[in-house]
């Protein structure tokens, strides 16, 4: 984040690069902003392991017995790799390339689909946000409060006999099984971003 801050400020010239690449969660609206995309991540995660629960492959358990938020890599992934790259290559080259990296950097083979699909997702919900960061950091929070919920807490448990294809390589990963990449490839589908953002059109000109 300060690496980050110093190349707004000396190589953009910007004199607030927090602000001017959308990390602003002080207002009221980002505040809001920020709840929504918490509540949806959440969902997301239970609509997920609840259609594995009604085709039988798993089932809740209460528990015997929160994440940080992840906002070092939604400036990263969503703001300032995208801004950069689209300087030189365009728009939406940018946001499938930051796509890739923002998959490949949390080093899992099986979830890469998933989360590549994931960061088409959270571009698209910045750009409807007005280019603000803060619903897509409270989205990326809610998939990662309720993972880390469900798989510490033992709410659900997969069967034994739940197919490769379902559960991949951890069940509780939600986007590596077929269900959770429909389900990503779905919201991919409807968050696509489908042009710049204006403050985006101008830095690329």
């Known amino acids: 984040m300060i690496l980050t801050m110093l190349w707004g400020k000396r190589i953009r010239g910007y004199d607030d690069p927090l602000e001017q690449y959308g990390l602003e969660l002080t207002s009221a609206a980002r505040v809001y902003d920020f709840l929504k995309g918490l509540v949806g991540g959440v969902m997301v995660v239970l609509c997920i392991h609840s ?56 080093r899992s083979p099986p979830s890469i689909p998933g989360f590549f699909l994931l960061s088409l997702v959270l571009s698209g919900i910045k750009q409807n946000a007005q280019g603000k960061l803060a619903a897509p950091i409270g989205f990326r929070a809610g998939i990662m409060t309720a993972n880390y919920m469900l798989q510490t807490g033992g709410f659900i448990i997969y069967k034994p006999g739940t197919p490769f294809w379902l559960r991949s390589t951890n069940p509780l990963h939600p986007f590596d099984g077929a269900v959770g990449l429909c389900f990503s490839a779905l919201l991919a589908i409807l968050f696509f971003p489908q042009k710049p953002h204006q403050k985006n059109a101008s830095s690329v000109s």
């Open 51 to 106: 259609i594995n629960g009604l085709l039988g492959y798993a089932c809740l358990s209460w528990p015997s017995s929160l994440p940080s938020l992840s906002a070092v890599e939604e400036l990263l992934f969503r703001s300032w790799l995208p801004e950069e790259i689209a300087v030189d290559i365009g728009y939406y080259q940018a946001v499938v390339l930051s796509g890739i990296a923002f998959s490949l950097i949390h």
